[in-house]
Structure formats: C-alpha cells, structure tokens
C-alpha cells in the first residue's frame, strides 16, 4: 500500500504501464503467446495496483496535478478525489477480472490480430481511467473522445461483417452527439474563465443557465450510459463487440457516464433544482421498464444482457434522482442513502454484468453460437462456466443474500422516506413511482431465469453442443474473481458503504453510517426502521440446508435410481420440445403488447414443414429516430441544391459571401 | 441484544412452523372436501403423504444436473428462514433483524427462482412450460406483494416486520381505509403464490392447465417430500405474515411467557379460520384460465399501490 501522497503518482503509473503494454502489442501483433501470456496478466496486476491506490486515495484529501501535456497554454489537470477514487476503484477491480479473462479469450484469426486487439484495449481502459481523473474541460473531452474512439476499434474488431460495421457507426453517431451535449455543458458551465473544473465550481451561475447546463449534461451523458431514448446504439454494440469488451463497456463505459453526470450536478453545479431530480426519476423509471421488458424479448444472449444493462442504468438514474430531489429539498441523510444506492447498484452492475458478459464469451467460444435456440445444457459440458454463472445470474435477479439485492434494498428504503417530502405532489407521486421499480426488479428475475435456464439448462438444442468444452484456467480465473465480487458485495455491504461515504461525504456533506450494531448489520438511518444481515442470512440459509441434508441421511436412506425424464409419461420427448427463448418470452410479449412493434409469421396448419417467425422491433426507432433521419436526408438534398460542381457558381458563392460579410463587418 | 427467552421463543416458532405447516394443508384440504359433501381424507393426511414419500426412493431423469437434487434443500431453507422473520407467536425475535419485509419477498423471490431452474434443468416441454408461468406469476404478484408491504411499513414507519406488527397492534381504535385495500391485494396474491384457485388448481390432474405441478413433475421420493413440506410451509408463512399484517392482536410483545402461551391458542384459531376462508374463495371461484391471470394479478398490484395512495392522500 502506497503513502497517502503517492496514490495518484501511482495511478499515473498504471495508466503509463496499460499503455506500455498497448504498444507492446503492437510491434508484435500477431505474437499470440506474448499478448496472452505476458501482456494481458501483466495489464491485470495492474488493474489491481490501480484499485488499491484507488481504495488508499479514497479517504484522504484531493490529490491534483499538472500534466505539461496537451496545447502550449492548456495543460492537462488532473485530481484525484473521493469521486473519482470510487469510480477508479470500480475500474480497477473489475478491469483486473476481465484482463485476466481476457488472456485465455482473444485468439488468432479473430478479425483484428490480438496485438492490435491488445493496443485499443489498453488504451480503452487507460482513456477510461485518465476520464476520471480529469480536472478541466479540455483533458475531459480528449480523453472523453479517447475512450469512444479507442473502443470503437474494439466493436468493430470483427469487422468483415457488414451489421457490425453498422453497429460500430451507430455507436460512434450517438457517442459524438453525446460529445456535443457534454461540450456544451462545459462551454455554459465555465462562465467567463478558463476551462479547468476548478473555475466552474466557482462560477454562480442563474437557475436559468444552471438548467441548461443540467439538461445538456443530462442529455450528453445518458447518451453514453444508455439512457432512453439514447439507448438504440447500446443492443447494437454490446453484441458486436468480444466479448470482454462487452464487458468493459457494460461494467466501466456506462459508469464513466454516471460519473460525469454526478460530476456535474453535484460537484460542478452550486445548486440543485428539485425537479430536476424528478426528471432524471422519470427517465430512469422509463429506461429500467423498457431495459427490462425488451431484454425478456431478446434471442441472442448478448443482446440480452445489453437490454438488461439498459435497465441497470435506469435504477442508478431512479437513485441519483432522488439523491437530487432530497438533496434540492435539504434532506441530506436521505440524499446521502439514494446515492449510496446508486453508486453500490454501479459497482454491483460493474460486476455481476461483466461475469456475465465473460461467460457469454466462454459459452461463444465453446459453441459458436449466441442464438439462445440453439444452446442448452451445457451446465454438464461447461460446468465451472455454469455454475459460476449461475452466481452472477442470481446477483443480478435482485436475490438475497448476493449483492444486486442490497442495492434494491437501499433504493426501496429510499422510496420509503420520500412522503416526507416537503413538496404536496411529490410526496404522493414519488412512492407510488417505487411501483415502477419493484415491477422492474421483478421482470429482471423472470428475464435472468430465462437467460441461465435457456442457455445452461434443459438438453442441448444442437447435436454440435456436445462437443462444447469447459473454459480454460484463464477464463475461469477471471471469472471465478468477478463471481467472488458479487459474493463479497453482497454479504459484507457495511464495508461497502463505508466506503462509498467517502463519496457521499465529499459530494453531499453528509454520510449514511452505514450500521449501529456491529459489521453484520446493514442498518441506514436508525436500527428500528429497517435492519438486514445477508451473512446472517446466507449461514441460516446454509445450516438449514445442512441440518435438513443429514436429517434425511440419518432417518430415511439415500437411494437413489437414474431413468429417463418422466414427462408425464411421454415417451417421444426431444430436446426440441423445450422453450426456446422465444416462447419463455412469450408471456411478456403478451402482456406488455402495446411496448412492441411486432410481425409474425405463423404457419398454417397443413404444413409439411411448419415455420413460425416473429420479429420484435423497438418503436421508438421509428417514432423517433427515422423521422430524424428522414428531416436529415431532407436538409441534405437542400443543401445539395448549393453543389453544382462548376467553379463560376463557387466563385459567385464566395462573391455573395464576402459582400455580405462586408455589409455586416463594414 | 439477543436475549434467552427470545432465542427460545425464536427456535420453538420455527421448529412450530414446520411441524403445523402440514396441518393447515390438511385443513383446508378436510375444508374443501366438507364444503364439497365428501367426507375428506382428514387433516393428517400431509403427514402420511410426507412418510410416505420420504420412505421411497427417488427417481432422477439422466439429464438432472446437481442444481436439480441441491433445489429441494434450498427451498426447505428459504421457507424456513421465511418462517423465522414472521411474527407468528411473540414479536422478540432475534432473527428479526437478519431480514425485514423487503428481504422476505426477496427470499420468496430466491425459491421461486431456483424452483424455475429445476424445473428447466431436467429439459421436458412441462418443465419448461411450468418455469415459465409460475416465472409470469412471479413477476405479477411480487410488486403486489411488496406495495401491499409497503403500506404497512408506510403506516408503522419501519420496514422490519417484529415493528410493523407491534405498531399496528397498538391502533386498533383507529381505522385504516388503505389496510382494507392492501388486505384485498394480499388475499389475492397469497392466492397467486401459493398454487390455488383461481391461478392454479393444486388437486389438477391435466398438465396443461398446470403451473406449480408443471414444475415438480420431475421430482420423487425426498426430494419431492421437501418440495411438498416448503410448499405447505409456504402457505403457512403467507397466512402468518396475513395475520400479522390485519389481524395482529395476540401476537406476545417481548418475551414475556404467558403471552407467547396465550398465542399459541390464538393462532391456531386464527389459522382455523384463514383456513376455513381459503377454502371456500376455492369453491365458489372457478380456475382462470392462464392468461386471465396477468389482469387478475394487475388487479391486485393496482389495488395494492390504491392502498398505498389512500395512505399518503388521507392518513398521512
């Protein structure tokens, strides 16, 4: 453990080492062993020295510096703070698990060569990091673009296919038009001096001007975190990337953005406007019900998990919401347990999203197939995969004792205090919204079920499946550490508030406290309100298990007999006769009709070979982004109106030009 | 803080759990079959059907994975620590604070996950179809369930149930429209949960209109045992958090030992006539069928969240 003063010297150093490591692989790009046996780990360990730093740095003072680099007079700042430590943690720790995953997955003859592969993910994650460090305008929007650019590379490192070409533009339009709006907000933030976040915090800007700073911010950084409507290149992407960069930009990318976001409104903005909370509530509610709802739908596995990703953000968003009304309203305790519930759902997301992302990775490599129709029982081929994923899927479901759970909990607790709200609409309307959430969280355990039971469970769909082999030693470490995590978050969240009351404490002034008796019990605001111990929990849970395991040892013998499926006595049973992932999501498609755009094709009764087809579209597509397309192609033919291609008609344009300039300027 | 009386109180309420569970199954099974002029196969029939089952020996598809024989034990544990946070005999619980009432619909979450997997492990069209409709249930009466929750904890000002229960034991001279609402909801959905008419026929014998047989299609011998006993503890749990919810009184505050004595009588009355009542919503409803089942849920959640309004629009 480093001293104090040298957390973010370090840090600097890890960031130099990543992309030490990315040019590495490039003068040795088709140098396999090198790039998974030396690099990739090398690159691991220093995840982990980063997280460390990160977690030494989180209770101390600011750390700041001066990088002499950049434009002559626009040196880059940098400065390490609570915020920035948590965020940097988060990276840390999760980047750690997925470079060591990393190392037994890219292979040669993959699209892009692995050193290549192993250039833009170094830079990716070192543009990540110095995002987070970043103290002024112009580093934060070098790096911003570093980091879209970089990962760019990475969707489209397959890119001999036409859709992923596709998803890549997607991802690139949307990521640059979040740039506008985040650039913007700089530009309204910054008042009339320079452009380090040093001067923003000091400007006092009128409400007026602090909403449209608010709103740009809010619209830059929920394009890039996935919020509605932004969210089109995310299922896009996700898939069309390798999968540990899925996991990357699901776990960290997405978090960057809520960093910034929590950057603006609570560091750079003097003042917060109660309904601007109740805005980002409203989004997030939006975005975790349609998230989860289009995410029960979905037939690819990948894309899947991008739709589930898109409801994870929705719940961070529906916590910093309510942070913001609280903390608009002065209610600083119930702000300072919003924000906690928002930053541990993060770190929570961050880790059971990149578990699983990973073990899609494994489950393509082995199979070769994303489809969900075509996967099925490899818990007995690819038992470690499975069983480790079985983990990352009950954390993610909102289920006790893992740690998706603790961060509903803390949200739900939240919602429970808002009819103290000073405010005669809000304190109505607000709990009911709560409503929303637990939907949400429901629908999420049906789509989890779905997911493991459909790729995990069952029988194999394909006769190919059964050649399908176990992850290697570096898959599994990787996600036998990530799995660990969500373990860990999940049974100890008292040690994880305390350090996210860092965070609360430099961002609000105020902290949670996470628990009055003792390291076991998680009990915000006061004991008799509400109290859970998921160790507690887990040891009862695993005593009962135990106890009733020997009791029926002891009193009854254990025999047992293997036969084939009994299926109520049907004996014509194939596997094909299992749900597919389209009819588990048949009674979504169902109920929640009115969300969809939907063609079916059904086959009629007298058919030899009967096809049944159903395409599930996005409406918002078409409600909100062909139209802009179209307005677009409309301008365009305008303008093209003004391309003539002969040089007299240019030269009469310059002529026009500079009589009206001197009309103007005189 | 954990006191000795109250770790006993805690362990003789569980171990009373598991032990009446299959009794109130028995009830209101003699109920129906009364209500139905058949004489009924009595209350101890669960018992039986238990010994029975736990005797056999179990039969496994080839294709059962581990998650499949580890389910029953995981179910058994989660109804049993179900049963430890409810407040059934007196409310000095020491258990009480590992879980409040959101971490208890979390635990019936858990078990209903893990049920669903099983019940896709094995890969048989029932399975699989059971999996997915209890899944659909799920996720209907789970918010129900926790709105209706939420209003108790919005009225006592506390999410931990052993609270909830001595608060709302204390207002007794004051009526609580939303309570009316929120028990509605509640009735609904412990319907829902617990396989019974109108959602699910427990006593069906047509695989298609099932959803929790769907799913336990596969099991036999002990493991089909602990199936049956977490289910009837299930409906034991549901009907003791009802009771504690809307009918509180009785319930031993602290630890002292006459009234955890005089609770006992009471619950059992309690029970007697819960289970009475259940019985009859049963004969006097007809299954729906399995897609009346989302409206029939949106119901209970929309009256559950009208509960809750009707708390903060005129009580608050």
Not at chain 1, 140 to 147: A, Q, S, Y
């Amino acid at each position: 453990m480093p001293a104090s003063g040298s957390a973010l010297q370090l840090i600097l150093g890890v960031i130099l080492l990543w992309l030490a490591l990315g040019l590495a692989g490039v003068f040795f790009p088709r140098n396999l062993h090198l790039v998974s046996r030396v690099l990739f780990p090398a690159g691991a360990l220093g995840a982990l020295a980063l997280a460390a730093a990160a977690l030494d740095a989180l209770g101390g003072a600011a750390q700041s510096l001066v990088l002499p680099l950049g434009l002559p007079d626009l040196p880059f700042h940098l400065r390490l703070d609570a915020l920035s430590a948590f965020f940097l943690l988060l990276l840390g720790a999760v980047t750690a698990g997925i470079s060591v995953f990393a190392a037994g997955y890219f292979r040669q003859g993959e699209g892009t060569p692995p050193g290549l592969q192993c250039l833009y993910y170094h830079v990716f994650i070192a543009s990540m990091a110095l995002v987070l460090l970043a103290d002024d305008a112009y580093a934060f929007m070098v790096f911003w673009e570093t980091m879209a650019l970089s990962s760019y590379f990475l969707v489209t490192s397959d890119h001999t296919k036409a859709e992923i070409r596709r998803a890549g533009f997607l991802y690139l339009l949307i990521a640059h038009v979040g740039a506008i709006g985040i650039l913007l907000c700089f530009g309204v933030l910054h008042g009339t001096g320079d452009y380090t976040f040093d001067t923003m915090r000091a400007v006092q800007l009128a409400p007026f001007w602090a909403t449209v700073a608010f709103a740009l911010a809010l619209f830059g950084f929920g394009a890039k975190a996935g919020m509605l409507p932004l969210h089109v290149w995310l299922p896009e992407a996700h898939p069309a990337a390798p999968s540990p960069v899925s996991a990357l930009m699901s776990a960290v990318m997405l978090k960057t953005a809520i960093y910034g976001l929590l950057r603006v409104l609570f560091d750079l903005l003097h003042l917060q406007v109660w309904w601007w909370g109740v805005v980002i509530l409203g989004l997030g509610l939006a975005t975790a019900l349609y998230g989860v709802v289009f995410s029960a739908v979905q037939s690819d596995m990948k894309r899947l998990l991008a739709y589930s990703s898109i409801e994870n953000i929705g719940f961070i968003l529906v916590g910093i919401g309510l942070a913001v009304t609280f903390q608009a309203y002065g209610m600083r305790a119930l702000a300072a347990l919003s924000l906690t519930a928002a930053l541990y759902h993060s770190i929570n997301h961050a880790f059971f999203k990149s578990l699983l992302f990973l073990a899609t990775g494994s489950v393509l490599h082995a199979t070769r197939e994303r489809a969900l129709g075509k996967l099925g029982g490899l818990i007995h081929r690819m038992p470690w995969v499975a069983w480790l994923a079985l983990i990352g899927t009950l954390a993610i479901a909102g289920l006790p004792p893992l740690n998706g759970f603790v961060s509903e909990w803390l949200l739900l607790q939240a919602f429970l205090f808002s009819p103290t709200l000073p405010h005669a609409y809000l304190n109505m309307l607000v709990p009911v919204a709560a409503a929303a959430v637990v939907l949400a969280a429901a629908l999420a355990g049906y789509v989890m079920v779905k997911f493991y039971g459909v790729v995990f469970l069952g029988q194999p769909r394909e006769t190919s499946l059964a050649t399908a082999h176990d992850a290697g030693i570096w898959e599994r470490a990787g996600l036998v550490w990530l799995a660990a995590g969500c373990i860990a978050l999940g049974v100890a969240p008292v040690a994880v508030i305390g350090i996210i009351d860092a965070v609360s404490g430099q961002l609000l002034g105020r902290t949670l406290g996470a628990s009055a008796t003792g390291w076991m019990f998680l009990t915000p605001i006061s004991a008799d309100r509400a109290s859970y111990a998921p160790f507690l929990f887990l040891i009862v849970i695993l005593f009962v298990w135990l106890l009733t395991w020997l009791a029926v040892r002891y009193f009854y013998h254990g025999g047992l007999r293997r036969a084939p499926p009994w299926d109520c006595g049907f004996p014509a049973q194939t596997a094909r006769m299992q749900d597919t992932a389209e009819g588990f999501g048949q009674p979504i498609r169902q109920v929640f009709e009115p969300f969809f755009r939907m063609q079916r094709d059904l086959p009629t009764p007298f058919d030899a070979k009967p096809r049944y087809r159903v395409t599930v579209e996005d409406r918002l597509w078409y409600w909100l982004y062909l139209p802009i397309v179209r307005v677009t192609e409309m301008l365009t033919r305008v303008v093209t109106l003004l391309q003539r291609g002969r040089i007299s008609v240019y030269l009469t344009y310059s002529f026009v030009t500079l009589l009206v300039l001197l009309l103007f300027v005189r | 803080m954990i006191s000795w009386p109250g770790l006993v109180a805690q362990l003789t309420e569980i171990v009373l759990a598991v032990l009446l569970a299959p009794v109130l199954l028995g009830w209101v099974n003699q109920c129906r079959a009364w209500l139905q002029n058949k004489s009924g196969p009595g209350i101890l029939q669960p018992y039986r059907t238990l010994r029975k089952l736990f005797a056999k020996e179990a039969v496994l598809a080839h294709t059962a994975s581990p998650l499949f024989r580890a389910t029953p034990y995981v179910l058994f544990a989660c109804m049993c620590l179900a049963a430890a946070i409810v407040p059934t005999l007196g409310t000095d619980l020491p258990f009480s604070p590992a879980a409040d009432a959101i971490a208890l619909v979390g635990i019936f979450a858990l078990a209903r996950v893990f049920i669903a997997l099983a019940a896709m492990d094995i890969g048989t069209a029932f399975g699989t179809l059971g999996a997915r409709r209890e899944m659909m249930v799920g996720f209907l009466a789970e918010p129900a369930l926790l709105m209706v929750l939420f209003t108790a904890s919005l009225i006592s000002h506390s999410t931990s149930l052993a609270t909830i229960v001595e608060r709302l034991a204390h207002m007794q001279f004051v009526i609580y429209p939303s309570l009316a609402f929120a028990g509605v909801a509640f009735t609904m959905v412990s319907l829902a949960e617990n396989a019974r008419i109108p959602v699910d026929n427990p006593s069906t014998h047509l695989e298609l209109t099932m959803i929790h047989e769907a799913m336990v299609l596969e099991y036999s011998g002990r493991h089909l045992a602990l199936i049956e006993w977490s289910a009837a503890l299930k409906l034991f749990v549901y009907s003791c958090i009802g009771i504690a919810l809307f009918f509180p009184f009785g319930i031993a505050e602290g630890g002292d030992a006459l009234g955890l004595l005089l609770a006992l009588p009471a619950l059992v009355a309690k029970l007697a006539v819960g289970g009475f009542a259940m019985a009859v919503i049963e004969m006097v409803s007809a299954k729906m069928r399995i897609f009346r089942a989302p409206e029939y849920l949106g119901t209970a959640f929309l009256l559950a969240v009208l509960a809750m309004l009707i708390h903060l629009l005129l009580e608050s």
